[in-house]
């Protein structure tokens, strides 16, 4: 069965310091992955995603995330956090039958 | 203004007495879903939709009903709502079915059941 794994539940880095969220995925075919962000109060926004090809893929605000087929991983990253990224940060992932399976979140403070 | 709307935003009811959650995308989306979120546990799959009349179960769907009528609207109907299905609910929407789709977040409705 597909599963997306987000092993950190709360993440706190200090503004300008480099940020890694970590996802791990299930999936026995070529996934189709997802990073969506949360602010309080707000609904998804998708920051990037991958399907295919170069396997490190930039998205909005600065992200970027890399794929590694070995390691069942697609993390996160961002080099210098601002504040304004204090959120929670959802992993996903698209699965046969047009059913999308998402992690259960990592909520990130920015400490000044 | 291309978007997903859902109404209402917050409701607040008790159990047993049917509710309707309404969904409604202006992108001409072929693929619709309903999710809730709950603490810890992230957001899970009740239905989705790959076209119009055209429906099917996610993880999480005993308690739900949903249609697809239009192709812009996705209500998901409560029968009979149960203090477990207290929950954050969101409606999304993509262009074409299929996994590889970005999807589209309405803004969310706070559901509490009492």
């Known amino acids: 069965a597909q599963s997306v794994t987000q092993p950190d539940i709360h993440i706190t880095v200090s503004e300008g310091a480099s940020l890694e969220l970590r996802c791990n995925y299930s999936?026995?075919?070529?996934?189709?992955l997802f990073w969506y962000v949360q602010s309080p109060g707000q609904g998804l926004q998708l920051l990037l995603k991958?399907?295919?090809?170069?396997?490190l893929v930039q998205g909005i605000k600065g992200f970027e995330a890399e794929f590694k087929r070995s390691q069942s991983s697609f993390n996160l990253r961002k080099p210098s956090v601002h504040w304004s990224d204090a959120a929670e940060y959802f992993c996903?992932?698209?699965?046969?039958?047009?059913?999308?399976?998402f992690g259960t979140g990592t909520s990130l403070t920015v400490i000044p | 203004e291309a978007q997903v709307t859902q109404n209402p935003r917050y409701l607040i009811t008790v159990t047993g007495k049917k509710l309707t959650v309404t969904c409604s995308q202006n992108?001409?989306?072929?693929?619709m879903s309903w999710y809730r979120q709950d603490p810890g546990l992230g957001l899970r799959q009740i239905y989705y939709?790959?076209?119009?009349?055209?429906?099917d179960k996610g993880d999480v769907p005993e308690g739900y009903k949903v249609s697809r009528k239009e192709k812009r609207n996705f209500p998901l109907i409560l029968e009979s709502p149960s203090p477990n299905q207290t929950s954050l609910y969101f409606c999304?929407?993509?262009?074409?079915?299929?996994?590889?789709?970005?999807?589209?977040f309405g803004p969310g409705t706070r559901l509490l059941v009492l």
């Open positions: 999304a929407s993509s262009q074409i079915p299929g996994r590889q789709e970005t999807q589209y």
């Open positions: 939709s790959m076209n119009v009349e055209v429906t």
């Open positions: 991958y399907f295919s090809g170069d396997t």
């Open positions: 999936y026995g075919a070529t996934p189709y």
């Open positions: 992108m001409n989306h072929e693929y």
């Open positions: 996903a992932v698209g699965a046969p039958g047009n059913q999308f399976y």
